[in-house]
């Protein structure tokens, strides 16, 4: 399907317009409801980690001067179109549009006439714009955690469970300090203590992560600042560590790390906690502690920090290629096979 393709212009109240990166930035600020995984720079982040995937993100001006953005992922399969699969976003990140101004309904519904040309396409909801689009798809619901920092921190820290305010505090006596740490400089040394929690989980740690995504991040954070390695130090080893990404008023916890024999000084809670503090005093409003998955003892450990549970729904459309694509990468999870997005 092409990108300007003159079909899709007759009658209708918008055009498709060339992929432009500065556009797509823009609409992106402007939006207080979009995330950093909508951004230009984590499509870039998982195509070059990850080749197999190409970006497929479409952008829409509208007769009234307003324009949508689509972030969008494709992977191609015996290059033929009817074995594409699409993701918004990889790996299951929120997704779906993004408008330089408030839409009507009028905009959402050309938004759904636009979708009905990709067959096999799964659309993960942003839980912090309200989206519904056509019937056609099948909707499985999940969630994630967000603690609202609109309030003073100690209104905040007084909402953390008793036992994560005395994990703090044990954490500090046993001389556990937390900072900010050049990402380039020490993202080698994040991996290896990645690679050690990994061996500690076994058969659960399900799917992993290779060296090259953690090294694409690394390359793109020495000039974007919205991507933040915190590090939690014991007697001057690296410990433990968080990967933060960062957009408008919206902080999101993307991966956490910690070596097995460091746990028991409880780095994670003071790490989390100063992280926290950190972004309230950066003036943002939500930290978004992510998607759990079936882990009910990582649920109860984000809610330990007061955050809520926040619905997601993720939108899927399959035809017998895609089901076939989504085995293949199901068993790849199963087996704990290095991810490719």
Known sequence: MGRNDPHLE??????????????????????????????????????????????????????????????????????????????????GAYGGPVFMQEPEKQHLQNVDIELQHYKNLQIVGNPFFEWNPDSSFTKIETFSHVLKLTTDFNEIQKHFAKSRREAIRYSQRQGVTVNQVEFKKYYQEYYCIYQDQIKRWGTRAGSQYPFRLFEEIACQATYNSNIKLWAAWLNGVMISGVICFYHNNHITLWHNATLTNSLKSRPVDLLISTVIEAAWCDGLEKFDFGKSGDHTGVVQYKEHFGAKKIPITVYKRRNFAGKIYRGIRFMRNFLGVNSEG
């Open 10 to 91: 007759i009658n209708m109240k918008y055009r498709l317009i060339d992929l432009d990166k500065d556009l797509w930035q823009a609409i992106v600020d402007k939006n207080s409801s979009a995330t950093f995984y909508h951004t230009p720079t984590w499509a870039e982040i998982i195509t070059h980690s990850f080749p197999r995937w190409k970006n497929s993100t479409f952008l829409m001006e509208f007769e009234d001067n307003n324009y949508a953005v689509f972030p969008l992922l494709c992977r191609s399969f015996f290059n033929r179109e009817s074995f594409n699969w699409y993701e918004s976003m990889v790996p």
